[in-house]
Structures are given as C-alpha cells and as structure tokens.
C-alpha cells in the first residue's frame, strides 16, 4: 500500500511506517496528480484540493483530511466515484477554545479596553464542537454568555437571535464552518446592528467575516478591537487588516499538540478499518518539559500575542509560521 501524505502532519510517521509499504511526504500545497496516480490513500491538510484535478486517473480509494474543515474536498466528485472521505470533527476543539481563553484573558488585563459593563457579555456564533467548550471557557471566566447558531438554529442554552447577540454582547467570536448560509455572515449590515462596539474575534474560517466590512466597522468604530486567526485570501492576507487587529495570527487556533494527535488518530482509526489493518497503539503528544514554569496561569501555556507579534513583524512569513508552528500543549502535563 502507497499513502501520499501532507509533510506538516506531525506524530503520524512512525505509524504510518508500520502500516504501509510506501508512505510519501510531501508539502500540501504541492501535492499533484504525478504523486497520487498510483497511491492508495491520501492524508492532507486544508493546503491540497482534493478533486477531479488531482484525483482522476489515480487508484486513491480512500482520503483523510486530518482538520476539521472539509471544504477543500471535492465530496460530491469523491462520492461518486467511490472514493471513501473523512475529516476529524471535534479533533481541535480544544485548541481553538484555549485560543479564545487565551484572548479573553488578555482582554481582561487590558486597561486601554473599557467597558462600562461590571460583567462581560461574550457572544457565540456557533455552538459546535468548539463553540460548546468555548462557552464553558466564558462561563468559568464569569461571563454572561449568549449562543446564536445559524446554520442549524440550535436552541441550546442562552440561544438568542443574532439581532440580540449582535445588540447585547461585549465580545462577538465565531465558530461555524464556511458553507452558503455562513458566508460572510458577518457582514456590513450585521456591523452596523452592533450596539456596544465589540471586539470581534474570527477563528473558524476567513469567509465567515467580511474583511472589508469588518475594516470600516474598526475605522467607524462599531467595533473596538479585532482578533483575527483565519483571513480571506491565506496566505496573501491583508496587511492593513493585520496592522489594525489588536491579535492577529497565522490560522493556527487549532495548533496544539493535543489537537494534532487527536487528528491523527482519528485518521489512523478510519484508515485502518477502510482497508482492515489493526489498529496500532494511540499516538500520544509529547509531555512539556520537566523545568516548564507553571503557576497556573494559563496564559504561562499559551498567550496569543506572542503569535501575533511575530506575524506582524514579518507577515510575509505566513505559511512558513503556519507550517513551522512549535505545537503547544492544553494542559500542564509532564
């Protein structure tokens, strides 16, 4: 068996070495049809489309996208022609929602972001894998939380309108994926709908926030402060919106150790039973470092500036910060 897979997926080598004959690594981007037309399977990032453009003609049976996201497979081609598909739903959950504890922490200590309100207001879009867990970070941070899921109208707990979440939250942040119904869902008109000029943070995909829109609301000042993870355009990324956003960072929310070996996992145990190899041992994620300073503060695990400072200071660096990220870890364990 020959598997072609993204070279950025990390942990997955040793693996893969047991369950294959061939396995090829190769950057995402890259990927062509002269190194999938005898492979078997196909293990990628958001980096390869995986269509007819790449797959016609090849023996690919099955394809695994190690991210949430799926909307660089072509579905409808790779169903109909009998290719198996899975992505990792839920695999980075964690990740992102540390990401936005992360955020909120530094927007507590922030002297320079005033509001009048005693207790913040943080807003939901989408109330997911990820939204859920980023609503616990809110509660246990003593927030007054508010959830609006518009793709699937779920009335889970403090669901609201948009209309309301849009009038009444401090802090708006997104987590839906980009599809027809959540395409530039924030727009101009759901800007000029805020009421307390919020900080807006994006950290599901960049079509989600119109940046043009979200770049008058900031010059207006409907909104305060913006955090940008996902752009329009990676990784050709705005440079006025970057130079604007009080955090912004190169797609990589979802970056923990924890979220990756999660993914691999889950690609490993859907590899295995499409072609009926064992399972091997699960893949753990390496342990900090045994002098790792930790008073229990958790922006000592993780703090989101650090990651923007560098993006800002060279933006040109995209996708090499992206691909070379130094995976952290969730939780204190070593």
């Known amino acids: 068996m020959k598997?072609?897979?993204?070279?950025?997926?990390?942990?997955?080598?040793?693996?893969?070495a047991k369950l294959a004959d061939k396995v090829v690594y190769l950057n995402g981007s890259e990927i062509g049809p002269e190194h999938v037309h005898?492979?078997?399977?196909?293990?990628?990032?958001?980096?390869t489309k995986c269509d007819a453009q790449?797959?016609?003609?090849?023996?690919?049976?099955?394809?695994?996208?190690?991210?949430?996201?799926?909307?660089?497979?072509?579905?409808?081609?790779?169903?109909?022609?009998?290719?198996?598909?899975?992505?990792?739903?839920?695999?980075?959950?964690?990740?992102?929602?540390?990401y936005v504890e992360?955020?909120?922490?530094?927007?507590?200590?922030?002297?320079?972001?005033?509001?009048e309100n005693s207790q913040l207001t943080l807003g939901v879009v989408g109330c997911g894998h990820v939204g859920s867990k980023v609503c616990r970070v809110g509660e246990r941070l003593g927030m007054r939380v508010l959830v609006n899921d518009p793709p699937l109208e779920v009335k889970c707990r403090h669901f609201v309108s948009l209309e309301t979440l849009?009038?009444?939250?401090?802090?708006?942040?997104?987590?839906?994926p980009l599809n027809d119904t959540t395409h530039?869902?924030?727009?101009?008109?759901?800007?000029?709908?805020?009421?307390?000029?919020?900080?807006i943070i994006n950290s599901s995909r960049g079509g989600v926030v119109d940046e043009r829109a979200l770049l008058q609301a900031l010059t207006e000042g409907l909104v305060s402060l913006a955090v940008i993870d996902t752009w329009e355009n990676e990784p050709n990324i705005s440079r006025t919106l970057l130079n604007k956003?009080?955090?912004?960072?190169?797609?990589?929310?979802?970056?923990?150790?924890?979220?990756?070996?999660?993914?691999?996992?889950?690609?490993?145990?859907?590899?295995?039973?499409?072609?009926?190899?064992?399972?091997?041992?699960?893949?753990?994620?390496?342990?900090?470092?045994?002098?790792f300073p930790y008073t229990g503060n958790p922006l000592e695990l993780y703090n989101a500036m650090d990651d923007s400072q560098k993006l800002k200071d060279h933006p040109e660096l995209f996708e090499e910060l992206r691909g070379n990220y130094p995976l952290r870890r969730e939780k204190f364990d070593r």
Not at 69 to 78: E, K, S, T
Not at 246 to 269: C, F, L, Q, R
Request: net charge negative.
């Open 184 to 199: 530039y869902l924030a727009d101009e008109a759901f800007f000029r709908r805020l009421q307390r000029r919020p900080v």
């Open 3 to 16: 598997i072609v897979v993204d070279d950025k997926i990390p942990y997955i080598r040793e693996t893969l």
């Open 245 to 291: 956003s009080y955090i912004g960072t190169p797609h990589i929310a979802g970056y923990s150790a924890d979220g990756k070996t999660n993914a691999d996992n889950m690609v490993i145990e859907a590899l295995c039973h499409h072609f009926s190899l064992p399972l091997p041992a699960r893949i753990e994620p390496p342990k900090l470092p045994t002098n």
């Open 102 to 115: 992360s955020v909120l922490l530094l927007l507590m200590e922030n002297k320079e972001w005033k509001t």
């Open 38 to 47: 005898d492979a078997d399977a196909l293990i990628v990032r958001t980096r």
């Open 166 to 176: 849009a009038q009444e939250a401090d802090i708006i942040t997104f987590h839906v």
């Open 54 to 98: 790449l797959l016609q003609n090849s023996k690919v049976q099955f394809v695994a996208t190690a991210t949430i996201g799926f909307d660089h497979l072509d579905i409808p081609w790779l169903e109909q022609h009998g290719i198996v598909w899975t992505n990792c739903p839920g695999c980075n959950s964690g990740s992102v929602a540390q």
